[in-house]
């Protein structure tokens, strides 16, 4: 308590925040994330700077800034200085380059595998014991089912979330569009709220149990059954989509910051087998074969498709559903 | 009937209304403030004072202060200024400059928030500037101090101004024929007249300057443990599903509105025979 009086009092006398000086043997980035990274990036900064301190003698410290991902493009875009941006999805990152520059157009070739170290699938949570019997997409359309997903004008999982019930139903219908599209009314009939984020809509759920079924972030979904512990139960479909959380450097802050090196380095640390041990640990689904493997009873095996084999990727898949008159303000006010 | 009774209202009349307003208090105040605190214990005294440990909450705490500290003043002075211009003088576009002070009220935190990063966002009016003299104003603390400091404008002249115009200008003009210059007049005669006021408008102007969330949360970037104020970091931790931390942090957000309330009720006590006699 002593230690918090003093420091209090010490804050008040000093006024004001003296400008962090920084030292030759001391870096700082800011990674600017989306909502249910938080967790992850505190092991991987932790240990990104065990490892970066062995190999060059430096100390970094990594500033962690988290919110919803579109929000957070938008704060990059308007000045916030982020060295690099871990994203929801492919799309926020294109907004970096087409305002301002400040990524260079071809980011996505830079890292392996599109530059996603780890993906994540849209799955269901559902009350203990699942007491409305969901077990597949089906399931969610039946009357009195509640499903709570956030909106996707502002989330980015609940775009990717949308996609997988589209891209189910597209299969199921064999891409007779009018059943699609009569098949995602019916889900947004029996949504009762639209949050504006991944994490609003968990609380919604976990905390205020509104609802029967979550529609979540397979790595949010692990977090709330470790966090609230029995309450829930996890339950997989039988087919959903591949979701590919992309990072970057932004080119403008590093170059300006001059931390062009380690936050390369940060990022490849997140492909790295320790990097990668903490990502599945956290839920995420590791890119690493032998992590995989090593992890595979954690991830059920699901039938998942890609943005890019359905939908033809986020370039053509947000106009088309998201933006203003797409389809889901279409199908949205017809429920 | 005596005669300290102001009303004739029959005696339960009275003592239902004083009911009426305990239970209201009761209800919407003291019962929201408490879950609070018994939220904050719920996991116990060690849980909550782990939080208050945290570097990220220390920060906060640090920052809402820092802030408070630089706006509070700013304000002071300003309204000071203000409220002594537009009462002891007349001048042209008077009743504009009133209804100016006053934008920030009817204007909405969040809007209060975007106008700074319009001004100073990197695609901002003067972003560019900004960048070529490696200035930093929004995500950073002088973006937060101008919000605060917006957000509160009105405190301090809203309070002064109608005590001032009670007061009227016969004792400064009394003071400038014996003899006495301006500033002295003011010094002696007009600040040591609204000290309370002063007091008042100040200490409201403080409640807000670090319970500020919506201007506060634009310019913010919300850069744990960089720039979170105390109110945007208790969002944070609710929702990283720390509930004990973001129910600590509310209780030391409301905790230091009880000592500004403390504050202001020592003080009266201390000076109630001067504050009974300037009250008749």
Redesign the interface.
């Known amino acids: 308590?002593n230690?918090?009086i003093v420091?209090?009092v010490a804050?008040?006398l000093v006024?004001?925040?003296a400008a962090k000086t920084q030292a030759a043997d001391s870096v700082t980035l800011?990674n600017v994330s989306y909502?249910p990274t938080?967790?992850l990036y505190q092991r991987i900064n932790d240990a990104f700077a065990k490892d970066w301190k062995a190999k060059t003698g430096q100390t970094v410290t990594i500033?962690?800034?988290?919110?919803g991902s579109g929000k957070q493009a938008r704060?990059v875009?308007?000045?916030?200085?982020a060295d690099v941006v871990t994203l929801g999805l492919a799309g926020d990152i294109d907004a970096l380059v087409q305002?301002?520059g400040l990524v260079a157009p071809k980011w996505q070739s830079h890292f392996a595998n599109n530059s996603t170290p780890y993906t994540s699938t849209i799955i269901f949570l559902v009350r203990k014991g699942n007491p409305k019997g969901i077990k597949d997409w089906d399931d969610l359309v039946k009357p009195g089912v509640e499903v709570i997903t956030p909106n996707p004008k502002t989330s980015g999982g609940a775009r990717w979330n949308y996609l997988a019930a589209w891209g189910y139903a597209e299969d199921k219908y064999h891409g007779d569009k009018a059943k699609v599209e009569g098949y995602i009314t019916a889900l947004l009939h029996n949504v009762p709220v639209l949050d504006s984020g991944a994490?609003?809509s968990t609380?919604s759920f976990a905390q205020r149990e509104l609802g029967d079924v979550l529609l979540a972030w397979e790595n949010e979904a692990g977090?709330v059954i470790q966090?609230f512990g029995d309450n829930f139960d996890i339950v997989v479909p039988s087919e959903s989509i591949l979701a590919e959380p992309p990072v970057a450097i932004v080119d403008k802050v590093v170059d300006k910051h001059g931390t062009r090196k380690v936050a390369e380095a940060y990022l490849t640390f997140l492909y790295s087998p320790e990097g990668q041990e903490i990502e599945a640990k956290n839920h995420f689904r590791p890119r690493d074969p032998k992590v995989a493997e090593k992890y595979a009873k954690d991830f059920p095996k699901i039938k998942l498709f890609t943005i890019d084999q359905k939908f033809g990727g986020w370039s053509k898949a947000q106009p088309e559903h998201f933006n203003d008159g797409g389809t889901f303000d279409q199908l949205y006010a017809k429920r | 009937m005596s005669v300290s009774n102001a009303t004739r209202e029959p005696r339960w009349v009275q003592i239902t209304l004083t009911l009426l307003a305990l239970l209201v208090l009761a209800l919407f105040l003291v019962l929201p403030l408490a879950t609070v605190i018994i939220q904050a214990l719920s996991k116990g005294v060690d849980r909550s004072i782990a939080t208050l440990e945290n570097q990220d909450t220390l920060s906060a705490i640090r920052l809402t202060l820092t802030v408070a500290l630089i706006s509070v003043p700013l304000n002071l002075i300003f309204g000071l200024s203000a409220s002594w211009a537009i009462t002891k003088f007349t001048f042209p576009g008077k009743s504009l400059l009133v209804s100016l002070i006053e934008i920030p009220f009817s204007v909405s935190p969040v809007i209060s928030g975007l106008i700074f990063v319009l001004l100073f966002g990197l695609r901002g009016l003067f972003g560019p500037w900004l960048i070529d003299h490696d200035m930093k104003i929004i995500f950073a603390l002088p973006g937060l101090v101008l919000a605060t400091v917006f957000v509160t404008f009105p405190f301090v002249a809203r309070e002064l101004i109608p005590l001032m115009e009670e007061q009227g200008r016969d004792e400064e003009e009394a003071a400038l024929v014996l003899g006495a210059g301006g500033f002295r007049a003011f010094w002696s005669i007009t600040l040591p007249n609204v000290r309370w006021g002063l007091l008042y408008g100040v200490l409201l102007c403080n409640a807000r300057a670090m319970g500020e969330f919506g201007a506060v949360s634009v310019v913010s970037g919300h850069v744990r443990g960089l720039t979170n104020t105390l109110p945007l970091h208790v969002e944070i931790l609710y929702n990283d599903y720390d509930f004990v931390g973001a129910f600590t942090a509310a209780s030391i957000l409301a905790l230091l509105a009880l000592v500004t309330l403390i504050l202001k009720t020592a003080l009266e006590w201390w000076h109630r025979d001067e504050l009974a006699s300037s009250r008749h």
Do not use: P, W, Y
């Not at chain 1, 500033?63 to 919110?67: E, T, Y």
């Not at chain 1, 875009?77 to 200085?81: A, N």
């Open positions: 308590m230690k918090i420091s209090l804050s008040a006024l004001g925040i800011l909502d938080r967790e500033n962690q800034s988290h919110g704060s875009i308007d000045g916030l200085e305002n301002g994490r609003g609380t977090l966090e």
